[in-house]
């Protein structure tokens, strides 16, 4: 394909993927939602305008670096620890239902037990973005749900990111002891290099070098560490991004770390990720796919999270409500799910069908976590309301023998 034609190309789905997420703010969506259908319309599923590239697999890929690297930034270790047991055993019984479900129900429609391992570490994902803001905007961030389901959303992230490793080390064929051997080194080994040498960084480059300069030097620290993840520890790249972001969010260049990233990121190369993730998704594909499959999985991805989630909370002694609100607030997948399904494709592990169930899944749950949010919380209300009537009725005769 001529440059020029990769210029206009990339321009145009820029701007449509700009357009369609503002389009989908104002309808109170996601804007990852827009971004989606830009590529789904302009894709193989639609109009097939545009197919997947290399040059618009490496922006692709890029993006994706940059959004696990921001959410490392923004992952709030103190709100973690304030939170800490009922969010762990939210988030873990919320990967281990999921997965048992999902894997259990692919392998009982005679998918391989590779393709269904990877089917049911789909299902663990949780998207942090999309439940946050629905809790913003319901005025409900800083409630004990909320913040449980906050600090849930993000250990579910590393719980689920580990397993994928741990999966995509079994099913390719790699020695498994070898696999955990090379990640238990790496993640303490990475961990600790950058425990020292991002606060170094920190004290010593607005000294040295010009906020340009900073951004691009920290850019390519990320970039590394997303490399030797994947070639030397043995974990997705996606984690070597999240273990960077998480270790300059405890230093003092993370504000203008954050700033500078989310605008290179979130400008370019992270709409770009989303906009390829719908052209991957070839929905007339769909047709091969037995319809049982499509609906099974969505009601597994609905169903589990609520019960792992939700129950996870009951058993650290949340009221049914509370417990409740955790559970819908994890059901949403998001760029998580997609994420690992671009992660699955890339390594054969699922082909274009199933990769276009996973697109669906993602836009269901996207869609319905809001939804049922405020229906969770208008109840819960209600209930409030019809408890308060309930009592005053039975006081307020009192109240009346009591007036001479």
């Known amino acids: 394909m001529a440059t020029t034609t990769v210029l206009v190309m990339i321009a145009l789905l820029l701007i449509a ?84 479900a999902g894997t259990l129900f692919s392998l009982a429609l005679g998918f391989s037990l590779p393709i269904s391992l990877f089917l049911g570490t789909l299902l663990t994902a949780t998207s942090v973005s999309i439940s946050a803001q629905t809790l913003k905007d319901l005025g409900k961030l800083q409630t004990k749900e909320g ?61 040295m070098l010009a906020l340009e300069a900073r951004i691009g030097l920290v850019f ?47 400008a370019f190369f992270v709409p770009l990720f989303f906009v390829c993730v719908g052209l991957e998704a070839n929905f007339r594909s769909l047709g091969s796919v037995p319809i049982f499959l499509l609906f099974g999985l969505i009601g597994i991805a609905l169903i589990t999270k609520v ?44 082909d274009s069908s199933l990769y276009a169930i996973v697109i669906i899944i993602t836009l269901v749950t996207t869609l319905i976590t809001p939804l049922l949010l405020k229906m969770v919380y208008l109840l819960a209300s209600e209930k409030d309301v019809a408890s308060s009537m309930q009592t005053a009725d039975v006081f307020l005769p009192v109240a009346e023998e009591s007036i001479p």
């Open 147 to 207: 913040t449980t389901i906050l600090g849930a959303a993000v250990i579910d992230d590393v719980l689920g990111l580990v397993v994928l490793s741990l999966i995509l080390a079994f099913t390719l064929g790699q020695n498994p002891t070898w696999a955990i051997v090379k990640m238990v080194l790496y993640l303490p080994i990475a961990s600790i290099i950058g425990h020292f040498g991002f606060p170094f960084l920190s004290k010593h480059l607005p000294r």
């Open 307 to 350: 019960v792992g989630c939700g129950g996870g909370a009951l058993l650290c002694r949340f009221h049914f409500n509370e417990a409740l609100t955790v559970g819908v607030g994890m059901i949403s997948r998001g760029e998580v799910a997609l994420v690992t399904a671009t992660i699955g494709l890339q390594a054969r592990l699922i």
């Open 17 to 100: 993927a700009k357009f369609a997420g503002w389009i989908s703010q104002r309808l109170k969506l996601p804007v990852v939602f827009g971004q989606l259908l830009v590529g789904v319309i302009a894709g193989p599923s639609m109009l097939q305008w545009v197919h997947s590239t290399p040059t618009l697999d490496v922006f692709s890929n890029l993006g994706v670096i940059l959004l696990m690297f921001i959410a490392g930034i923004e992952t709030d270790t103190r709100q973690m620890r304030k939170v800490g047991g009922a969010a762990f055993v939210s988030a873990l019984s919320g990967v281990i239902v999921p997965f048992i």
């Open 220 to 266: 390519s620290l990320v970039l590394l560490y997303a490399w030797s993840a994947q070639e030397l520890g043995n974990v997705a790249a996606i984690t070597g991004a999240y273990i960077a972001g998480i270790l300059v969010s405890r230093t003092e260049m993370k504000e203008w770390v954050l700033d500078g990233v989310s605008k290179l990121g979130y």
